[in-house]
């Protein structure tokens, strides 16, 4: 089975950064997609940002500019630099892989805990 391991979270003042990382137990070529979606207390999960297989990017409005996906191939690793955090940006994250080939299944990661303090 696919496994995704996320690790990277932690507590930061705000303004600071932090980068994730979402380790896959196979080659992330397997993978249509992979992303960040996040949940807050209160709040729905919302897609964070976004990698396909080609390498287009994608962003929620309220991270772009400050966040950076990317993507590791011979490490089957995708990373998520957040830069100049906000205290809104709290949320636990949850990293996820679409697989590639057919019916394109949802694999999710335990997620991680990112904090930031004003």
């Known amino acids: 089975q696919v496994q995704l391991v996320e690790s990277g979270g932690g507590l930061v003042q705000a303004g600071e950064s932090l980068r994730l990382s979402c380790s896959a137990s196979?080659?992330?070529?397997?993978?249509?997609?992979m992303g960040w979606y996040r949940q807050a207390p209160g709040k729905q999960r919302e897609l964070v940002a976004a990698?396909?297989?080609?390498?287009?990017?994608n962003y929620a409005d309220s991270v772009k500019a400050r966040f950076t996906i990317s993507r590791d191939n011979a490490k089957n690793t995708v990373y998520l630099q957040m830069n100049s955090l906000k205290p809104e940006d709290t949320a636990v994250y949850y990293c996820?892989?679409?697989?590639?080939?057919?019916?394109?299944?949802?694999?999710w990661g335990q997620g991680t805990q990112v904090t930031v303090s004003s």
């Open positions: 996820y892989a679409d697989q590639l080939k057919f019916p394109r299944l949802r694999y």
């Open positions: 196979g080659s992330i070529s397997s993978f249509n997609a």
């Open positions: 990698i396909t297989i080609g390498g287009s990017t």
